[in-house]
């Protein structure tokens, strides 16, 4: 069984880099794009971008300026990197598998991390 | 970008009636593209249906889901206590992928 699941700190100052990870177990990151989407408190679900195991990424514009995806096959693992914070990118950051053939389905999900932007 | 408006907002309902949730796109998106979510707070969003129309492993056949182009429908037939969650519709077949707002089902 495939499980995702983020970490990182759950408070960082504004103007600051806020900075998750998203450990994969039960599978391989091979084959797979690996998405970030978010959550801020009473809203709904945006999506932030993904990367391609190979390290192909793909943002939304929205965000682009700010953003940066990696991935690092060896620990099984993909981050997010996104700068210049403001209290409006105080969320649920969730990570999420999606096929890359076929479907193009998002079909494992981590629990999801609350990352309050506050100093 | 494409933007996915859901209705109704909320709908209340009482276990064992049949839910209808709306979500329409403003552009063309295609079917294969077109998934919904079942979300609970503090836990992740659950695939329940993707390719418009195809039932996520696990998923029970009351959820289905219907439509094309610009008009997609789920539908919960006999509501069970455990469904009264928060729904999303999502498109990926265009980036940026984006979300509806959500339909929220909760307990007449």
């Known amino acids: 069984q495939v499980q995702l699941q983020e970490s990182g700190p759950g408070l960082v100052k504004p103007s600051e880099t806020l900075s998750l990870t998203c450990s994969v177990s039960?599978?391989?990151?091979?084959?797979?794009?690996w998405n970030w989407i978010r959550q801020p408190p009473g809203k709904g679900l945006e999506w932030i971008g993904h990367?391609?195991?190979?390290?192909?990424?793909n943002y939304n514009p929205s965000l682009q300026s700010r953003v940066t995806i990696t991935v690092d096959t060896s620990k099984n693992q993909f981050s997010l990197k996104l700068s210049s914070v403001t209290a409006a990118d105080t969320a649920v950051y969730y990570c999420?598998?999606?096929?890359?053939?076929?479907?193009?389905?998002?079909?494992?999900w981590g629990q999801g991390t609350l990352v309050t932007v506050s100093s | 970008e494409i933007v996915l408006t859901q209705s109704p907002g909320t709908l209340s309902l009482s276990p064992g009636e049949r839910a209808t949730l709306s979500c329409r796109a403003s552009?063309?998106?295609?079917?294969?593209?077109l998934a919904w979510y079942q979300h609970k707070p503090g836990q992740a969003p659950r695939l329940l249906i993707y390719?418009?129309?195809s039932r996520a492993t696990g998923i029970p056949g009351r959820f289905s889901g219907s439509g094309s182009a610009t008009d997609f429908t789920l539908t919960i037939t006999r509501l069970e206590p455990e469904d009264f969650a928060v729904y999303y519709c999502?498109?990926?077949?265009?980036?940026?992928?984006?979300f509806g707002q959500g339909t929220k089902l909760e307990i007449k």
């Open positions: 999420a598998r999606q096929d890359s053939r076929g479907w193009y389905r998002f079909d494992y």
């Open positions: 039960g599978g391989s990151l091979s084959s797979y794009y």
């Open positions: 990367i391609y195991y190979s390290g192909t990424t």
């Open positions: 552009q063309s998106v295609g079917s294969t593209y």
């Open positions: 390719g418009a129309s």
């Open positions: 999502q498109q990926y077949g265009s980036s940026p992928y984006t």
